[in-house]
């Protein structure tokens, strides 16, 4: 599958603008940020979706994509004909509302002070609450040895994270973060469909988890969230004999502890983003 | 009619508040700072200027915006006030290019050294894996920018001028510096990556980028911090 991209992406380079977005991706909170916004704002998409078992997220092609060798990225094709590649959600996600969301259907008009304040929101979910969660994630899910500190350390900072949302929430009249649903909804609620695999019980925050609710009740975030495969949290959580968390865990275990493990290999063979 | 000053709650060690400075004294906007100790950002008092409790944030009497989150408030600072584009772009591609630079700091960059150097400077127990997590983070990060500054073949990191992008970068760079350097990573670092030192080198040249990591490590130097 790589190998197919691989040999298109430079033919596909040259086509011009009937080439539709490609989203470059896997079933995690960062990717299904962008699938869902995609189909909020019905823009058409192609998926490329990144084996992290195989690592095809570090290969040249992609390295040459996002130098980050991370997901998610785009390629898209400009008003100019011209074409750009772009990585990082938070600024794809602002690339997208400037370019295809006229009405403002997830976002403020540009210069506002609306649209300044969204953007406090969606630097704080992408530096704070998303790294957070994840730290978390690595230390419950990944570690095989338990480090009591460690888990602590990002058990509390990411509920107090929460916490900071969940205020926020509750003295919202809209029933969204802002005035309106937009894309610091789409933000958060990706990090929060999977609070349950990091460890962090909705129980504990009631006005997240009724919005939680109300955001999945979107036709276009039930659809995105299932990009490139189906969202694997309902599952994992309804399934009481644990067996599909433990599969799951131990699948997530080996690509991250793998990764680690190449990535520092890389580093000291000096190979850039490894 | 001539700027107020910006109000800026920042902290005399701290990387983010910092960061936002370098880029008000490039713009040549006025600015006060209000120092905050890390005990009072969860008070109710500044709550209401940013909900999250961290620093920093900013009120613009020029506008009446108040805004946290570094990342925001940069991007802010150059719509408002980078109209000849000193440090930023409006140009497609390069515009989308240096957001998502800020975005890679913001996410990818400040994180990362923050728990690297929490692991390995200050908690008390001294936990390997973890502190090697982080810190071959904090390399793999310089890799990745090494790279691209490699690729872009101009020594920035978007265009052929220094922008907020790569300005966003510098105060966590000093402090891995001082990191890598007790870790005894520091050695070798500058042959490397090459570019990477050539752009810090070059960033620090500039008056801006001086004055702010002078303030920074007088401020950490006074608290007993290192750089």
Redesign the interface.
């Known amino acids: 599958m790589a190998a197919a991209i691989h040999s298109n992406s430079a033919a596909e380079a040259s086509k011009g603008p009937q080439q539709p977005l490609t989203l470059y991706t896997t079933q995690t909170p960062n990717g299904i940020k962008i699938s869902i916004a995609l189909e909020e704002l019905e823009i058409p998409y192609k998926v490329f979706k990144h084996d992290f078992v195989a690592r095809t997220q570090k290969e040249p092609w992609y390295l040459a994509i996002n130098p980050n060798g991370r997901i998610p990225a785009i390629t898209d094709t400009f008003s100019d004909g011209s074409q750009i590649h772009l990585w990082e959600s938070g600024s794809i996600l602002k690339y997208l509302v400037e370019q295809y969301d006229k009405d403002f259907k997830l976002w403020y008009p540009a210069g506002t002070r609306e649209n300044y304040e969204l953007f406090s929101w969606l630097f704080f979910q992408i530096g704070g609450l998303g790294p957070m969660q994840g730290q978390m994630t690595h230390f419950n899910r990944h570690v095989t040895e338990k480090i009591p500190y460690a888990i602590e350390r990002y058990s509390n900072e990411t509920r107090r994270l929460y916490s900071v949302l969940e205020k926020q929430l509750a003295t919202s009249q809209s029933g969204f973060i802002l005035s309106k649903f937009t894309i610091v909804d789409i933000c958060f609620w990706s990090m929060v469909a999977a609070s349950g695999w990091a460890g962090v019980s909705l129980a504990e925050f009631p006005e997240i988890h009724r919005w939680y609710e109300k955001v999945l009740s979107r036709p276009s975030v039930a659809k995105g969230m299932n990009v490139p495969e189906p969202h694997p949290i309902q599952v994992l959580m309804d399934d009481k004999t644990g067996q599909k968390a433990k599969e799951f865990e131990e699948y997530s275990r080996s690509w991250v502890m793998t990764g680690m493990a190449k990535d520092a290999e890389g580093l000291k063979k000096r190979d850039p983003a490894c | 009619m001539p700027l107020k000053a910006i109000d800026l709650w920042g902290h005399w060690g701290a990387p983010n508040p910092w960061k936002v400075c370098i880029v008000l004294e490039e713009l040549g906007i006025p600015y006060n700072i209000q120092s905050v100790e890390f005990s009072e950002v969860k008070q109710e008092a500044f709550l209401m200027i940013n909900?999250?409790?961290?620093l920093p944030a900013i009120k613009d009497p020029n506008?009446?915006?108040t805004?946290?989150?570094?990342?925001?408030i940069i991007?802010?600072l150059v719509?408002q006030y980078d109209r000849d584009e000193r440090v930023s772009y409006n140009s497609?591609?390069e515009k989308?290019?240096t957001?998502?630079w800020?975005?890679?700091q913001?996410?990818?960059q400040?994180?990362?050294f923050g728990?690297a150097t929490w692991f390995a400077r200050f908690?008390p127990?001294k936990?390997p894996?973890?502190i090697?997590?982080y810190v071959?983070e904090v390399?793999?990060v310089i890799?990745?920018l090494?790279?691209?500054i490699e690729?872009n073949n101009t020594g920035w990191l978007v265009g052929d001028k220094c922008t907020y992008a790569d300005l966003s970068f510098v105060t966590w760079t000093s402090v891995a510096e001082g990191l890598l350097r007790e870790l005894n990573k520091l050695d070798g670092l500058e042959t490397?990556?090459p570019r990477y030192t050539e752009w810090l080198t070059k960033m620090e040249e500039r008056e801006s980028v001086k004055k702010i990591r002078e303030r920074m490590a007088r401020g950490r130097a006074e608290h007993g911090l290192p750089p």
């Not at chain 2, 909900?51 to 961290?54: A, H, I, L, V």
């Not at chain 2, 805004?67 to 925001?72: D, I, T, Y």
């Open positions: 909900p999250n409790g961290r506008t009446g915006i805004l946290w989150e570094s990342g925001a991007q802010y719509d497609f591609p989308y290019f957001q998502q800020l975005a890679f913001i996410s990818g400040g994180p990362y728990q908690h127990e936990i894996s973890a090697d997590r071959n390399i793999r890799g990745v090494d790279k691209a690729t490397r990556y």
